[in-house]
């Protein structure tokens, strides 16, 4: 059984050369650092709001239908997409979209958003929100985990990194994966094994405490933290041990 920090990256669907280079700026080289490479939150995408019902500020889900789109020239060049369902209307800009973009989001288009709502200089606007188009009589299904956020860099988005993830997630077990703690000590202190704990992170369930996520209270984060922690100690003990090896000479 392979060793997960010796696959490759470019063993998963759609990673070549230039991606591993975005990657690398993120101190990705390999699986297991992918599979330690932590959301800093989580969204739930599973519950949809009419656009009439949004506020300022608010992160959520929704559906509609392009009614129009438009490139504008000012300031900024953006992709601006008015959207409407049957209560309301908002737009879409994209400051960083291509001539494809643009194609697709034509009038009729039906799709799935979710992103802030923010004041802008039309109403309620979006900015870069994640979008999926549906097709007629075609029905999304609805995650059944919590949505993670990561870390990113220039090069790549949330949903490529994501996707990224959950391929990752299915070479666990296929690979071995050095668990550092032994059982006794996770039994005592009720921490979960390594790979459950990266699996949960990476796809809490819906009913997952967020807050204790949030904080870093989670078994599965203290897991982690736990591990960390300990291989810092031994290392320093070990520099210690080195250190008293060789004694300093004498002083009169």
């Given at each position: 059984?392979?060793?997960l ?6 063993r ?22 992918l ?52 209560g309301?209307q ?12 643009a ?12 992103g ?21 009589g ?53 921490l ?18 967020q807050?204790?996520?949030f904080?870093?209270?989670?078994p599965?984060?203290r897991?982690?933290i ?27």
């Open positions: 059984m392979p060793a920090e010796e696959i490759e990256l470019t998963l669907k759609g990673v070549g050369a230039k991606l591993v280079e975005v990657l690398a700026k993120l101190d990705i080289f390999s699986l297991q650092d599979l330690f490479h932590l959301p800093f939150r989580y969204e739930d995408r599973t519950t949809r709001i009419p656009l009439a019902k949004f506020r300022v500020g608010q992160h959520g889900l929704f559906d509609a239908q392009v009614v129009g789109a438009r490139v504008v020239q000012g300031r900024r060049r953006s992709l601006e997409v008015t959207v409407r369902d049957q309301g908002v737009t879409l800009r994209f400051f960083h979209f291509s001539a494809a973009q194609k697709q989001l034509s009038s009729g288009t039906l799709l799935r958003a979710f802030e709502a923010r004041l802008g200089r039309n109403g309620m606007e979006f900015y870069h929100p994640e979008y999926q188009l549906i097709k007629e075609e029905a999304l299904k609805s995650p059944d985990t919590l949505t993670p956020i990561y870390p990113l860099t220039d090069g790549i988005q949330q949903p490529r990194l994501r996707s990224l993830c959950n391929q990752a997630l299915q070479w666990l077990d296929r690979c071995s994966v050095q668990d550092l703690l032994p059982a006794p000590v996770l039994h005592k202190l009720q979960p094994e390594l790979k459950e704990a990266l699996r949960y992170l990476h796809q809490p369930p819906l009913d997952a405490d807050q204790a996520l904080e870093g209270r989670h599965c984060q897991r982690l736990f591990e960390e922690l300990l291989a810092h100690h031994l290392s320093l003990l070990q520099l210690r041990r080195k250190l008293r090896a060789h004694p300093a000479l004498p002083c009169p």
